[in-house]
């Protein structure tokens, strides 16, 4: 989760599993009534009972809550669940005439508490559309120059050597080990050239 997701997780999911807890004991004519609201942008949920009708919507935001404010959720997921939820209260806010004025846009009096439920479609957007910050591998070559001379300092080491002591011929082989190394893990980095 990116540090800048941090607040609008954790307040919107806050606000969220709030309502949901707040539902946990709702009674049959207050689930009525948000059933009935609620039908008026999705007819299907009418088929529902009541009771049942509050304890899904219950569960829904409660679950919505504490996914949001779940750290190891990817915020596009979350992002994508919050936009599903509040495009359904953003719909079912337009689709309720008693909730808009003449325009069927703005709120009536009875519509600003639902009309303010479009902060947490903003939020959604943001979640899902924020992108990821890459971070890009430098990598760094070496100049075949530089590979080059290291080898031939190192075959003149040896070569001098001959006639020296052991330690400046041990001393000569260990540069030219340590050159074809170089060479070998140049060779490796570069791509496309295996």
Sequence with gaps: ????????????GAYILNSGLNKRNLD????????????NAFPQVLDLEPARFGKLLCAAEITLGLTLMTPFVPSRLAGLALGAFSGGLVTMYLKTPELTEDDGFRPSPAGVPYAKDVWMLGVAAALILDTK??????VVKVPTPVKTAAAAAAIKTAKDATGSTTKKAAKAAKTATAAKAAKSAAKAAAPGKN
């Design 1 to 12: 989760m990116k540090l800048s997701h941090i607040p609008l997780r954790l307040t919107t």
């Design 28 to 39: 049959e004519e207050s689930a009525a009534g948000l059933q009935q609201m609620a039908g």
């Design 133 to 138: 910050n890459k971070k890009k591998v430098k």
